[in-house]
């Protein structure tokens, strides 16, 4: 009678079910840059792939993730040949759709594989909580925007995450859930934010004695380290020897970019900037100077680099310090007390420092911070309040990623039925906690997520009707600004509850 | 059982979602006993509803239920529409955009007369009011998509969005809350537990031939189908004057309502005939009718007398002396045609003309009915078309002749759907000019078993299903016209997965407590059919068919469609006969079978 119902497979099917309908849905142009790269792969030489550029969309995952493609590729050429095919730019044919987002939903079992194995990993009464917590992630609206509208394989590689941080509760998967690890570096180097994390917590519970930090296990390092050198090596490996190291750094790492990007994650920086675009209207009055080339791009609103009128300039090396700053707090209570949740919180918190600090920070990079936080949601009731606002912040940031109007419905009601399902049933499963709870902290989540509700009216209704095409940046800024609050409001929230329980 | 404290361990292992605060749980609302002994989910739809089984607020459960619901619909609205891309008639999309089109922009005189050749208006008036209505509201949006004439066969996609939403919120205003009302009063007429409704609800909200139909082919029978739920919904809580507006309202939208018309009469007169003749009541309602029809035909009778005031010319294309009148050309002696009511009877003649079109043939394209499927054996076309119609007459009423007869006398709430669901089938296999899209009606009653008593049991879902999938399955070709495999696919599978039917899963047979032939029996007759439907699918997309036969294929669906429907009558008037005690005792060895 261990079993609980719904089972995550069950949902999987259902789930399932519901992305094949969504087919035909709108696509973004990640679609062709996945087309693109399965065209590389399978029509390429190895030693070429980091330098091929007849479309903008080069090449720039690490070498496994081209690796992956390449093993689809040759799956594809039974469905359409034509789409392995590097000048058929924007080729979308139905096979090639069909066998794209099929791809998708089929490599997604790794995440169902991998929340079976958290499911199974817990023990007791948490067991309820974590299949409730396993089957919020398996049905995320993040995922289902991300991956099975907008299209990536985001669901296949957060499942390997999950994996990995599973791995990691017990002693005699300790190395594996490390290795595991960097092969999921060697896919997207996106989670080389969650490292630190890893470093500290394998370092502390692997690499050194558990009653002594001054004892170090040796023969752990060299299994460790030898291991992680065989990964990177069998990733880069065949590049370094033909000296491609430089190039596929300048493809995986480009710095080029700016601060914000085009959309605006909802950080520290989209706050910085709301701020910035306040200050100008009242900058004459209080006789702040005025930066008259920044004022350029404000008027077009969206913007690839940033400059702010009023408030400083921020360089990749302020947001590179900043984000390190703030990973590096929760690191020295994980080196102190490396139990798993505290190592889950932890990764979640380089998750939020990255996320709020990063330079050039992908909305989407928001689910660097749910998947995580979702896995230890339900530890007890301070959890949970720190968690509901950023499930809210965080989805409704991603809406701006769907802007035709047959998915407005969808993404609207898919996300609103998540909330309401598991904001509901998170409140039934998480235990009460011990310690109290902050002063007014819940109402004003309350609040908070009241809020949502005319602001998603306004940007995707109101605004159009009263202003037509006019002040386009107006509900992306909103939106954002909106989400940036309260990520960043939960992030306070986790820290306080990191710190103190 | 369920008065127990919820805190003993065996009670905290069933309530999945264990409110930790101080919330008092009441299983016994939600649960029957027998229910409350059941450990485990026996098809994943109860899998997925069994945290709902502790103390959970229909506020909290029936939003989700809608929204699941709506968002499958819009789904699988992102396929293609029937007529897309195929001109030059386009199909069922292009029907009911351009009726929007006529009623927006003509004058209501004229909406019954304009090119009929296009896509001519033959739904009766309450369809042109609702078409008048989505075709305001959408030229608000864009005036072109319903531009007189050069609107025509357009394929806009924000077009298709609207049409799309309109589908979806007619749906959600009229089908939806009569469903949930439907089975929320029929359960507790049955002694059904909530749980178990809710269970029902998502099995009938899922139903996929009218998903497929209304949301992915596009029209708009769940408006029909609505008011009929919402008219029995009227039947079970005893208001019989609000059935019969509600009916009213089904002929008024889609004649095809009148699949019901009988069993609705039967069971209206039964009730006002036993256990007492109540002369009162059965005034009541024919006033009531009537009065509803007046209203329904109100706004085409005021429109026609405005329109003859100003001026205006129902049929402006033609030229000469006056047409003589619709349908009863001989009318026109007794008639006189200078007179202020002319132009009115002439109006309504015409509608009737057009929604009733008898001067088609027996059957229309390949429908799996027993005429169409007898056409397999005797070449029917052979006999008058006269002898054909008779026979067709008297066939219908012998099929339904039987189930009403029972209604009638024993007029009780609990057999409405058994009844209105023999008596379509009736309908649907015998009578006239019938289309594979009408095994709708049949099915929408039928499906409402689940809500009743044992409507969860393996028998009933077994039934029901088979005759849900092979509904899907004889509308197939319809579909796979307009390249809807992959919605078809998809919808099917899920529910006989959601339900454990086949090809999923075997899980539905062989309930215990019913005798071994029947158990064996149903088994047999089932797994004959599925696994025709199987390899035919298989043939059909593999094999083509023979040069002098392009047609095989649909020819074998409708032969194995006709036969599995006709068991579908046949099961349905049995069970009826058997729940409205007519036959003796003695004849059912059936034992009483358990829940689910």
Aim: aromatic share 16%; hydrophobic share 50%.
């Amino acid at each position: 009678m261990s079993e609980t119902y719904p089972t995550l497979a069950q949902c999987a099917i259902v789930a399932g079910a519901f992305k094949i309908l969504l087919f035909p849905a709108y696509k973004s142009t990640d679609f062709e840059v996945h087309r693109n790269w399965l065209a590389i792969t399978h029509s390429l030489p190895l030693w070429e792939w980091y330098y091929e550029k007849t479309s903008e969309w080069t090449l720039d995952y690490p070498p496994f993730f081209a690796y992956f493609e390449w093993i689809l590729s040759q799956v594809a050429k039974l469905a359409d040949p034509a789409m392995l095919r590097i000048y058929n730019l924007e080729y979308d044919s139905w096979q090639t759709v069909y066998f794209q987002r099929f791809t998708v939903i089929l490599t997604e079992l790794v995440l169902v594989y991998a929340l079976q194995m958290y499911v199974d990993s817990s023990r007791g009464a948490s067991k309820r909580a974590a299949q409730a917590a396993a089957i919020s992630i398996l049905l995320s609206p993040g995922l289902l925007i991300i991956d099975h509208i907008h299209f990536q394989y985001n669901g296949c590689m957060y499942g390997i995450l999950i994996a990995s941080l599973v791995l990691a509760r017990q002693k005699s998967t300790l190395l594996a859930s490390g290795l595991l690890f960097a092969a999921l570096l060697c896919m997207k180097h996106i989670y080389l934010y969650l490292a630190p994390a890893y470093f500290v917590f394998l370092l502390r519970t692997y690499c050194l004695s558990p009653k002594s930090v001054f004892r170090i296990r040796f023969l752990n390092c060299v299994k460790l380290g030898g291991g992680v050198a065989a990964i990177f090596a069998t990733a880069f490996g065949p590049f370094a020897l033909k000296g491609q190291i430089p190039q596929i750094m300048s493809r995986l790492f480009p710095f080029a970019r700016g601060l914000c990007h085009a959309y605006w994650a909802p950080n520290i920086w989209a706050m910085y900037s709301f701020v910035d675009r306040v200050l100008i209207a009242l900058a004459p009055r209080v006789g702040l100077p005025l930066r008259a080339e920044a004022l350029q791009s404000v008027t077009r609103g969206l913007v690839g680099d940033t400059s702010f009128a009023v408030l400083p300039d921020v360089t990749p090396r302020t947001c590179f310090a900043l984000t390190l700053l703030f990973q590096a707090i929760p690191l020295f209570k994980l080196f102190a007390s490396p139990t798993w949740d505290n190592f889950v919180g932890a990764v979640t918190l380089c998750g939020y420092a990255s996320f709020l600090f990063g330079w050039h920070v992908h909305e989407k990079a928001v689910l660097l911070v749910i998947v995580p936080f979702s896995l230890v949601a339900l530890r007890d009731r301070r959890y949970l309040s720190a968690f509901r606002p950023l499930a809210v912040a965080g989805h409704v940031s991603l809406f701006p990623l769907l802007f035709t109007p047959a998915e407005f419905p969808l993404k609207t009601v898919y996300t609103v039925f998540w909330l309401v399902l598991f904001l509901v049933a998170f409140d039934r499963l998480a235990p009460a906690s011990g310690r109290p709870r902050f002063f007014l902290f819940d109402r004003f989540s309350t609040l908070y997520i009241a809020v949502s509700i005319p602001l998603v009216l306004y940007c995707s209704l109101v605004h159009g009707l009263v202003f037509g095409k006019s002040y386009e940046f107006l509900p992306l800024m909103f939106t954002s600004s909106y989400s940036a609050v309260g990520v960043v409001g939960s992030w306070v929230g986790f820290l306080v509850v990191y710190f103190t329980s | 059982m369920a008065g127990h404290a919820p805190s003993t361990p065996r009670q905290r292992r069933k309530a999945v979602k264990k409110p930790t605060a101080n919330v008092i749980v009441s299983v016994d609302q939600h649960l029957s006993k027998a229910d409350a002994l059941v450990r485990t989910p026996t098809f994943p739809l109860s899998a997925f509803l069994w945290p709902a089984r502790g103390s959970v607020s229909q506020w909290e459960i029936l939003p989700l239920i809608l929204m699941v619901a709506g968002l499958f619909r819009w789904a699988a609205g992102f396929w293609g529409y029937s007529g897309l891309g195929n001109p030059p008639m386009f199909g069922d999309y292009e029907a009911q955009r351009h009726w929007m089109e006529v009623t927006t922009q003509l004058p209501v005189s004229q909406w019954y007369f304009h090119d009929l050749l296009w896509w001519g208006l033959d739904y009766p008036p309450m369809t042109a009011y609702h078409s008048w209505l989505c075709g305001k509201l959408g030229s608000l949006i864009n005036p072109e998509w319903f531009a007189l004439y050069t609107s025509r066969g357009s394929d806009d996609a924000n077009l298709k969005i609207f049409m799309r939403a309109t589908v979806i919120v007619s749906e959600y205003l009229i089908y939806v809350p009569a469903a949930v009302i439907f089975v929320r009063r029929y359960s507790r007429l049955s002694g059904v537990s909530t749980w178990s409704a809710w269970v029902a609800l998502v099995a009938i909200l899922m139903q996929p031939a009218t998903i497929l139909i209304d949301h992915v082919h596009f029209q708009y029978n769940t408006v029909m189908l609505g008011f009929v739920l919402a008219s029995m919904s009227s039947m079970v809580a005893g208001r019989y004057y609000w059935a019969s507006v509600f009916f009213v309202a089904a002929l008024g939208f889609k004649q095809m309502a009148l699949y019901y018309a009988f069993s609705v009469f039967a069971f209206l007169l039964g009730n006002c005939v036993f256990p007492r003749i109540n002369a009162t009541r059965f005034v009541g309602i024919a006033a009531v009718t009537v009065v509803s029809f007046a209203v329904l035909l109100l706004p085409i009778v005021l429109g026609t007398l405005y329109d003859v005031s100003h001026g205006v010319d129902p049929r402006p294309d033609l030229d000469g002396p006056r047409p003589p009148l619709p349908l009863f050309p001989e009318l026109g002696k007794y008639v006189d045609s200078e007179a202020i009511y002319y132009p009115v009877i002439e109006q309504l003649l015409q509608m009737v003309h057009r929604v009733f079109p008898f001067a088609r043939g027996l059957f229309e394209d390949k429908v799996a009915n027993f005429w169409c499927a007898a056409n397999l054996v005797v070449k029917l076309k052979q006999y008058p078309s006269e002898l054909l119609q008779r026979g067709a007459a008297l066939m219908t009423l012998a099929s339904i002749i039987p189930p009403n007869l029972i209604l009638f006398f024993r007029p009780r709430k609990t057999l409405l759907p058994l009844a209105f669901a023999t008596t379509a089938w009736g309908f649907f296999l015998f009578s006239y000019q019938v289309h594979e899209k009408s095994v709708l009606l049949p099915l929408m009653p039928m499906t409402l078993l689940l809500a009743g008593k044992h409507g969860l049991a393996k028998d009933t879902r077994a039934w029901v299903g088979f005759a849900n999938l092979l509904g899907c399955w004889t509308m197939f070709p319809l579909l796979s016209r307009v390249e809807l495999r992959v919605p078809y696919t998809v919808l099917t599978l899920l529910w006989t997965y959601l339900l454990g039917l086949p090809p999923t899963s075997l899980s539905a047979y062989f309930q215990e407590g019913s005798s071994l032939w029947t158990q064996w029996g149903t088994f047999f007759v089932h797994a004959g059919f599925y696994l025709a439907m199987a390899l035919w699918h298989v043939l059909e997309a593999t094999v083509k068919p023979p040069e002098d036969k392009p047609d095989l294929w649909v020819v074998a669906n409708v032969g194995i469609g006709a036969a599995g429907f006709m068991i579908c009558y046949l099961w349905c008037l049995w069970r009826l006969a058997v729940e409205g005690e007519v036959i003796p005792k003695s004849w059912t060895r059936k034992a009483k079978p358990k829940t689910q």
